[in-house]
């Protein structure tokens, strides 16, 4: 399978569909992904309907020298086709490598009214392979599966100098949860929930938020491509331009906001059509960019041995069991779209698309001009 497909763009929408269904990617049925009313009631609350996005696909990218093709749930119509564009680009450099970490989640316990910090976090210490047991026995099928709770960690959280004084310190244990092919809330939340009683009483204090993290700061993506600089319209001057527009964004967080917003342009529309929890990770990424005390970009764009190199990372809490996946069709035939087959395969995806965006973007930024592209794409699909 290869995804350079050439005037794929040019093609009307029907024969676009017609050439994943001959590469049995997709179904023949065009309604075959549609979500009735009565599975969106499964889904939702007060279900009254369904509510539809374009759904788009990223073409031209290679992920760890493998082909993919990105389903892209997203209205807006320059997004797609910037990350098809600068997927050509990072193509001629061999494409994108992405690696992931261990899909590590944190849950977090807030202790109050502690009398010792340092005992109680001795005393959580010495009983941590029972701790740990007992939040293993909330879930025997993560375990069996290879996962589960593998480690607690405590942190003090003092009063800050602007605070008003009426809540006093806090101790904070984190549980550390191998959440294999989930994304992990309701496994890690169970846990947290489990664990408090026991946590308040070791410590002396009271329990009181039991509740995982957005901030997966241990269950990263990293991603990075290579363009060589001869590939580029007017090459050096281009890529200059390029890294001087990602330092800029790396300085300010006025523009880093706009720079990792353009990232998640990308991130959030594969996430979307993949049926993922796309506000956890965008909460997560921003999180991420503010880890050092400063909001700054999450990619570094720069220029070694006549390529522009390009680095991504960011928290990436997916998973492909439970939730969208398992009660919406059209998420499990994007998912067969994409080729996701496991929590790693989406989040790969992911990435690999918010790097290909992000260059999308700095180089129409640094060149052209945002607004030239994107107008002639709004033009295009209003039939102006």
Not at 151 to 171: A, F, K, S
Not at 363 to 370: D, K, V
């Amino acid at each position: 399978m290869i995804s350079r497909l050439p005037g794929f763009h040019k093609l009307a929408p029907h024969e676009r569909r017609r050439v994943f269904v001959e590469l049995d990617l997709l179904d023949r049925n065009p309604n075959a992904g549609a979500l009735d009313l009565a599975q969106a009631d499964r889904m939702v609350e007060n279900a009254i309907g369904t509510h539809e996005l374009p759904l788009g696909v990223g073409v031209n990218l290679i992920v760890n020298g493998r082909d993919r093709f990105a389903p892209m749930a997203i209205e807006e119509p320059s997004v797609v086709a910037a990350a098809g564009h600068a997927a050509k680009l990072l193509r001629s450099g061999v494409g994108i490598e992405v690696t992931t970490s261990r899909p590590l989640m944190i849950g977090q316990i807030q202790l109050l009214d502690v009398p010792d910090m340092v005992q109680a976090a001795k005393n959580i210490a010495v009983f941590k392979s029972e701790i740990l047991e007992r939040a293993n026995r909330c879930d025997a099928a993560l375990v069996e599966a290879g996962g589960g709770a593998v480690d607690i960690q405590t942190r003090t959280l003092m009063p800050g100098p602007d605070e008003d004084g009426d809540v006093g310190p806090m101790l904070v244990v984190h549980l550390l949860v191998d959440v294999r092919e989930a994304m992990g809330a309701n496994a890690v939340n169970t846990m947290c929930e489990t664990l408090a009683p026991e946590l308040a009483q070791r410590s002396g204090g009271r329990a009181l938020l039991r509740i995982l993290s957005n901030l997966a700061d241990r269950r990263t993506v990293r991603a990075k491509g290579k363009v060589p600089i001869k590939e580029l319209p007017k090459g050096e001057r281009t890529a200059r331009a390029i890294v001087e527009a990602c330092v800029f964004a790396e300085r300010d967080p006025y523009r880093a906001a706009t720079h990792n917003k353009g990232i998640m342009n990308g991130v959030d529309a594969v996430l979307v059509a993949l049926g993922q929890d796309w506000r956890a990770v965008e909460a997560g990424a921003h999180a991420f960019a503010a880890r050092q005390g400063r909001y700054t970009a999450l990619s570094r764009w720069r220029i070694h041995d006549d390529q522009l190199v390009g680095k991504l990372e960011l928290p990436m809490a997916v998973g492909v069991v439970g939730g969208a996946v398992r009660e919406h069709p059209g998420v499990r035939e994007n998912l067969r779209l994409s080729g996701s087959k496991t929590a790693d395969d989406v989040a790969k995806l992911a990435a690999a698309v918010g790097l290909a965006q992000n260059l999308a973007a700095l180089r129409a930024l640094s060149t052209e001009g945002i607004q030239q592209g994107h107008m002639r794409l709004h033009a295009r699909k209003r039939g102006m």
